[in-house]
C-alpha cells in the first residue's frame, strides 16, 4: 500500500540560524512588525510501500532513530506524520510556543510552511538508498528531502500570507529576499494555517 | 587620531571572517597599506580608500546561506555607490559569496541576484574541500587579473563547501561571455580546461573560479590568493612550475620568502593604482 | 545559617545518599561530610555543586596528580610555564631586543561528549581547547586532533563509522569558521574503542614572554579596586555538570548525559578572538595589568576562585549580575557552576572597565550578533580572602577561597594485569605481495588524506608542510623568521595493550621521531592520558606504567637543543579516565603524545616524498625481531603477538641527532620514520607522496639484513623505529660519520628509478614487487567507505 510519510526534525537547543533569520528580516529589511516567528525544521517527504500505513510508519521510525544522518535524539526532536492521502504535511506535536523568537503581533496570524529544497546534487536518493538498505517491511519509493521554514507572519488573509512570506524568502536582489537563492533551490509552500493572534 | 583610509586598501571585516589579517599582509606585500574596517564602523571612511576587500571566512557563520546576511549589511550600501564609480572591490571565497548574494556579480542588473555559490558537487565527496587548484585568466580587463598573463597557469588554493557557481537564467550567462566576466577558471597544471573533479574542484558552470563586473572593478573569486603570497605557502609536491620553484627553494630561506602565484592579483591592484596616479 | 543549607551532619549515611542524589551530585558520602568538615558548618547547595566539580576527577585529578607529579619531568630551561596553567608555554625564538617568542600548547579529550554526541562533541573540544590557548594572550596557530575509533568492519560497524564521520564533521564544523588550521592528527581504528571512542584535540598558539597573560588577579589589586567581567555567550544550563559527566562511567542514550553536551558556536569564538585582541592590545599600550582565564569545568565558580586564589585575593560574585539565556531564570547552583561554551572571565582595575565593556558590547555587538551575550561585571575582587557569592541579595556561598581550590587527593591501589600475550606459529611461504596489498589498505594504515581535506590547513597562510605530506606538520610561526614548529602526535593502542609500559615510552620516542624527521629538535610535549575507570586495581596499573613510560622516554631522549642533561619537558596535559562502554570493559590504555620541535629553518624542513631520481636511501637504525601489535601480525595473522618493540632511549636519542645533523648540513631530500606497517609501508608510502601523485621507484635490497637473520617479512614489517633518509648521492662519507659519531646503524636501501614500481630484492632477485599506480589505489582509497559519503547502494 502507498503510504506518505513526513519526517520533521528540529533542535531542542536555541537555533542559532533562525534567530539569525530573525534578526536579519526584522532589523535590517524591514519585516518588524509583519513578522511573528520562525521556525526551521528538517524535513524528509518520503513515500513508501508496505503493508499499510502504520507498519511503514513502525518500519521508517525504527530506521531514522538509528541513523544521525536523520535526527540524533540527543539533540533533536522529531516527528513522523504518516498519511495514506491528505497533504500530510503538519508537523505533529512539535510545539512552537517555547522557540525563540516570536513576538505579540497585533491581527491575524498565518504560519506559513515553506519547504526549500536543493536543485540536483542527488542527496534525496542517498537518503532513499540508505533507509532501504535497512528498511525491512517498507520500501521507500520517492524521497524529497530539505528545511521547512515555519514563518508567522500578520496578514489580513492566506494569500497575502504567503506573498509576504515569498518576499522574506526568494531572494531576487540586495535588498529582497533572505531564505533561498532560486539559481540553486527550489521553493514549495506546504502548508498554510491561521492560528490565534496573541 | 582619526582613523583615515586615504591611500589604503581598505579589508572588510564582517562578525566571522576569519582571512584578514593575512589579507592585509598580503596587500602590504606589494608595498600598498591596508587597515581594516569594522562592518559598523562609518562606512564614509571608505570614501579615500584605493580599494576594498572582503576576505574570506564565515560571516554571520554562513548562516542561512554563505554570504546574504552579510549582504544586507548597512556597510553593502556604501559599497554598492563606490563600485559603481569604478572602485576595485576583490570579494575573496566567503567575501565572493557576499559580492553574489549582494547582485555585484554579475551584476549585469546592478544588485540583482542572477549568480549563486552553491554546495559543492565533487566525486565521492560532499561538503567542505580544502585544496590547490589551478587557475587561467579567460575574459578580457579586471582591476584585479590586469598583471596576470593570457597564457600563465596560477596555482591558488581553495577551502570552502559553498562554491559553485550557477545560474538557472542561460540569458544572463550568455551575457556574461559575451561581455568576458569569465575571468578566471580552474585548470590543469598544464592550462587546459577540464571540468573533471578535481580539475574543477566543486562542479562550477564554465570551471568558474572567478566572476567580475562588467566594467571590470569587482571580482568575486573563491580560491585564496593571500594563501599563495610567497614562496613558502605553495605546497613541495605541487605540480606544475611553481611547484618545481619550491623544491628548487629548498634549503634557502631566502627565496622562501619571495612571491608565491597568488600575489599577482594584488600586484594588479598595485600596477592599477600606478596607472590610476 | 546561609540559603539553602543541606542538612548534613545531622543525617546518616543514606540520608545523604539520598540529598546528593536528590541535588543531582556526584560527592560520595564521605566527600558530602569532608566538605562540611572544611566548611566548619553544613553547606549550601552552591557550595555542594561547586565541590561536586571541583572535586571531580576531570578538575582534580585527585586519582593522578601525585603520580603525575612524581613520574613526570616538568621542568627545563626552555620552560616559561609547565603544567598547571591553562596551557604549557615555552621559548622558541629570542628577538633583538631579548625578548621571546614563546609556544603555548593546551591538549585535551573530549571523549565522552564525542560518543553520545560526535558533531558537537568534536566541536567544543576544539573550542575548550582553543580557549585555553587564548587565555594566555596568545594567538591560536594550529590544532592538532588524534581520534581513535571503534572496528570499522567490525559488528558495531554502523555506529562506529556514524561517529567517525560525526567527529570529522564536527573538527571541521569549528576549526574551519574559527579560522585556525589543522596541522594533522592521528586516526586510528580498533574494537576496543567501539563502546567509547577517543576524541583528543590540541591547540597550539603564540604569544611574545612579556605579554604572558596568568590566570589570576593581578598584585595591582591590592592597590587599587578590581572588577571581574563576564564574557561571551549567555550563561544556560548546557554542559551543567559536565566535568562530573566527563568523570563517570559513560552510559549511552541517557538523558542524564545529555545536558553536559555543551553546544559549540565557533562564530561567536571568533568573533571573541578579535575582541580579546582589541582588549589585552589595549591593555598593554596602557601598562595595565589584568588576569584573564577562560571558563570551562565548572564554569563562574570554578574561574572566578581560581582567578581570586592565585592572586591571593577574595572575590565577592552577585549571580544576579550574570547574563542569563533569554527569558530564562536558572537556580543558584545552574549559574554557578554551567559549563556554557564560549565564555572567558576577565580581572580588570574599575578604570578600565567602561573601556572594556564598549570594546564588546558596542564595537563588536555582541549583544547584538547572539541574542543575550556580551560583556557583564560580576564581581568585585576583595582583599580578604573570602569567597562569597551572593544571589537574590542573600548570601549562598562564603567561605575562605582557599577551602574550594585544595581539592583533594586519593591514593589508588594498583594491580599488574596478567594476561600472557604470545608470538603466533610463523607460517612459511606466504605471498609477501598479497599481504603487504592487505596491509597497505587496511584502515589503520591507508591515506587520511580524504579525511584531511575536510579541513583548513591553509588559513593564516603559515603552513609550510600539510597534515599527511609529512611525519609532522610545520609551519612559519614568526613573519620574516626562518624558525619552523613543527608538531607531531602519536600513540600506538596495539603495544599499551600488551605492556602499557612500552605504550606510553613509545608513544613520546615516535612522535619525537615524527618532528626530527621535518628538521625539528623535540622541544616539549604535552600527554593526554586516556585510561578506564581508576577505581579498578588493573587500570590504575595500566595508567601507573603508562606515565612511567612517558617519564622516563622524556628524560632518556632529553632536550637536544640545549647543552648540559635536560628532559624533553612535558609542559602540559590532561587525564582522561572512565573510558569505557557500557560492557564495563575499559579501552585500550591509550596516552597519546603531542610533540612540539623547533626547526631552525624551516626551508630545510621536506616532505616526504622522495624527489629525484638517482638520490640514495638508507635506513637509519634497524629493524628488531619486535612485531608484536604490529599491523603485520594484526592484519596477517590476526593476533597481537607478544614481542612488543622496546623502547631504548640511546639508541633513539643518536638516531634523532643523526638526522637532525644532517637537517643541519640541508642534506635531506625526504625522510620518514618507519612506525606502524614497518619499513616496507614507509617506503611506499615516500614513492606515493601525501597526495599519492609521487612516481618515483625503488629496488630494496635485503641482502643489506642478512646480518639480522630476520625472515623477509620481519625485516619489512618490524615497527621498530628507524628513519629513512634521501640523500643526493657522494655524501655517504659524511653519513657513516655521522652515524658513527651517534652509534646509529645504517643499511643502504638502493637508489631512487625513474620506473614507477617498488620491488623487494633478496640475492638479485625481485622477490615481489607492485606498481605504484596499484598501490595509489588502495592506500588514497582505503579509508574512503568509512568517512566517504552514502553512495547509493
Redesign the interface.
Known sequence: MKTKANLWVRLKVIDLVAQTAWMTLTEKMGFAGDLCGILRYSYWAMEAEGENASAVCEAIDREIRMDSAFTNQNKHLYSLAVTSGGDGAAAGDLSIDRDFPRVKCGGRIFACDLFVSEQGGGKDEGYASRLNARLSGAKVTGMKSGEVWRILVRAEDAEEAARKVEEMAVTRSRKHGLLLNPHYQAFEFIGTAEIDGQ | MARSFTGKVAII?F??V??E??TA??VRSVGLEADLL?W?EDPVLLEDAIGMIIP???S??????AG??S????I?DKL?ELAGAGRPILGICNGAQVLV???FIPGIHW??????L??N?ME????????WTYLLRGGTDCVWTMAVGAEEVVPV?I?HAEG?F????GEVLGEMKKNGQIILQYCTQAGQIDPAFPINPNGSIENMAGVCNREGNVLAMMP?P??A??L??V???L?GGWGTKR?K?????G???TAGPGRIFFESLKRWKEGDA | MLKGTIQITESDDSRVVELLKENGLNLTVSEARRVTELLGRDPTIVELTIFNTMWSEHCSYKSSRKLLGELLPTKAPNVVMGPGEDAGVFRFAETDDGDWHCLVIAHESHNHPSQVLPVEGAATGIGGIVRDVYCMGADVIGVLDPLRFGDPQGPNARHVISIARGVVDGIAQYGNPLGVPNLGGDIAFDAGFDENCLVNVVALGTVMESRVLRSRVPAEAAKEPYKIILIGKPTDDSGFGGAAFASEDLVEGEEANRGAVQVPDPFLKRVLAVANRKVLDLADQRGIKVGFKDLGAGGIACVTSELAHAGGFGVKIDLDAVNVAAGAHYPPPVVSCSETQERYALAVPVDFVDDVLKIYNEDFELPHLYHGAGAYVIADVTRDEIYTIISGGEKVCETPVETITTGILYDRPKSPRKVLFEEPEWQEGRSLRDDFLAIFGSPNIASKNYVFKHYDSEVQGRAVIRPGEADAGVIAPVAGNPVGIAVAVDGNPWYGIIDPYQGGALAVCESARNVAAVGGVPSAITDCLNYGNPEIEEVFWEFYEGIRGVGEACSGIGLLSHEGSHPLPVVSGNVSFYNQGKSGKAIPPSPIICTVGVVEDYSKSRSMTFKEEGNEIFLIGEPLDELGGSEYYRTIYGTLGGNVPEADFVRERGQIRTVLDLHSHGWIRSCHDTGQGGMLTALAEMSLGGNGTGRLGLAVDLDEFDGTGLPPEKVLFSETGCFIVELSPGIERELLAICARNRVKLHKLGTLKASPKLEVVSKGKAIASWDLGELEDIYMTGCRSIFGIEKGE
Open positions: 571585516q562578525p566571522g576569519n582571512c589579517y593575512e599582509d598580503a569594522r559598523n574570506g571566512g564565515f554571520y557563520q554562513d548562516r542561512i546561506r546574504v546576511v549582504a544586507k549589511d548597512h553593502m554598492s548574494e549582494s547582485g544588485e540583482r541576484v542572477d549568480l549563486a552553491a554546495p558537487v565521492d565527496r560532499d561538503g567542505y574541500y580544502c585544496s588554493p577551502a559553485r550557477t545560474t538557472d537564467d585564496h593571500e594563501r603570497t610567497w613558502r605557502q605546497p613541495e609536491d605540480g623544491k627553494a629548498g634549503g634557502d630561506s627565496k622562501m620568502e
